[in-house]
């Protein structure tokens, strides 16, 4: 199979897959699986290599890159290295918040080092009791004369430990606290006294990002450490996780591709029962039927990010992406697993890794759920005891 027919092309591919090979992204990328761990020195490498960001403007050290080429780039980095580094270089999209209503004294001070691979900027919103639910998100941002006082704790996050600051999402309490029931962002040091970091437990995949507990105890943060507008941190997030959720369905079919790949090549050369294994309809049926799945699902999410570039509303899509991708590359990769028999089972080969690491995608940055919910919405934006026929002529 020709490996350029998998791959979309870009003027930048050549660069990528030379810097994937002198980094040996493919094999740090499964020893990041066993033995995790944040990839400091890879982090530094992508930074200052221009493959963090690949959307950020130019005068904050980006490449600015429309949304369908950086979609078409992640999908290159996790085919060739799997998720990790595709999903490091998302780390600036994950802060867009930061860039697009820190002040300029912010900006400077996080989110150009961060393009640059030297500081790494976390994101807290979930809690114990709001994760889907993140209305209910109860961190308390007490406002006094010189700043806020922040109390509460901060559960399932990524980089818990490695996080030199977090975007944290609160709510303003006191006198002077305009917005005291709207959420809140701010940037918040890692290494402020109060704040207590703890891992807890290993997760399934992606278990570089060490996920864990930030508890908050009276840590008092400078006025200044806000970003943006009171009771504004919900309105500032929603465009971050819709570019988000759409190139993170790039990342999860580059990687399923990779799989699928190699598990055509397999199939066409492993004799069983005299025959080789793609002679029996039970495998290859379904390899056909994932190499069309992945087509359709990718030009499905290359559409959303075209639109999304073209500034159109794309919530239910960016949704629907997310879920797509992330249904699709599982089932190609459950059929790797198992079209390699026990070697596809095992660590010796990297399919089972790559399936732990893209079923992630079904919970984080709002679970498999919680999209059909938003997309739902679009179906019945009344609400669902209306059908669509008499909303239209409602809407008449
Ligand atoms: C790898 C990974 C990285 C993460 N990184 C971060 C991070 O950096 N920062 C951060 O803040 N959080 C992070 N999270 C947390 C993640 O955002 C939450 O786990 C997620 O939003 C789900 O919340 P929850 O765990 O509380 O599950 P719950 O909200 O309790 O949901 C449990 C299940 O119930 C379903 N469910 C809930 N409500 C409904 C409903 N109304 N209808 C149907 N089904 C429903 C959900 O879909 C889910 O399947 C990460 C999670 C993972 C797995």
Do not use: C
Request: net charge negative; proline share 5%.
């Amino acid at each position: 199979m020709d490996e350029s027919t998998l791959l979309p092309p870009d003027p930048l591919s050549d660069e990528l897959d030379a810097f994937i090979a002198d980094r040996h992204l493919p094999d740090r990328g499964r020893e990041l699986d066993r033995e995790p761990s944040f990839p400091r020195t890879e982090f530094e490498a992508m930074g200052s290599g221009g493959w963090l960001g690949l959307t950020v403007p130019g005068k904050l050290g980006g490449r600015a890159l429309p949304l369908p080429r950086a979609g078409a780039l992640l999908y290159r980095l996790a085919y060739r290295s799997g998720t990790a580094f595709a999903k490091l270089s998302l780390q600036p999209e994950f802060s867009s918040v930061l860039r697009d209503v820190g002040s300029a004294a912010q900006v400077e001070e996080w989110f150009r080092p961060l393009v640059q691979g030297e500081r790494l900027v976390g994101n807290q919103i979930t809690e114990a009791s709001a994760g889907s639910d993140v209305m209910a998100l109860r961190l308390q941002a007490r406002r006094d004369r010189s700043g806020y006082l922040l109390t509460g704790e901060k559960t399932e996050v990524a980089f818990s430990e490695d996080a030199d600051a977090a975007i944290v999402y609160g709510r303003v309490t006191g006198a002077a606290g305009g917005a005291a029931d709207g959420v809140t962002a701010f940037l918040v040091s890692q290494k402020s006294p109060g704040l207590r970091r703890t891992r807890v437990g290993t997760d399934l995949g992606e278990r570089w990002q060490r996920r864990g507990t930030v508890t908050y105890r009276d840590v008092r943060v400078p006025l200044d450490a806000r970003l943006g507008e009171e009771g504004e941190g919900f309105e500032y997030v929603r465009p971050e996780l819709t570019r988000e959720r759409t190139l993170l369905a790039m990342i999860y079919l580059g990687v399923a591709r990779a799989s699928w790949a190699e598990t055509v090549r397999h199939v066409g050369e492993r004799v069983a029962f005299g025959k080789h294994l793609a002679n029996n309809e039970a495998v290859a049926f379904p390899l056909v039927e994932d190499g069309a799945h992945l087509d359709a699902a990718g030009l499905f999410v290359q559409r959303t990010l075209e639109r999304l570039e073209a500034e159109e509303e794309v919530d239910a899509d960016a949704a629907l992406s997310k879920w797509m991708g992330t249904e699709v590359a599982l089932t190609v990769l459950d059929h790797a697993i198992q079209f390699h028999g026990g070697r596809g089972y095992s660590n010796t080969l990297p399919h089972e890794q790559r399936w732990r690491d893209v079923r992630s995608g079904m919970i984080a940055h709002g679970s498999s759920e919680i999209m059909h919910l938003l997309a739902a919405r679009r179906l019945w934006p009344k609400g669902p005891t209306a059908s669509r026929g008499s909303q239209e002529k409602e809407g008449r």
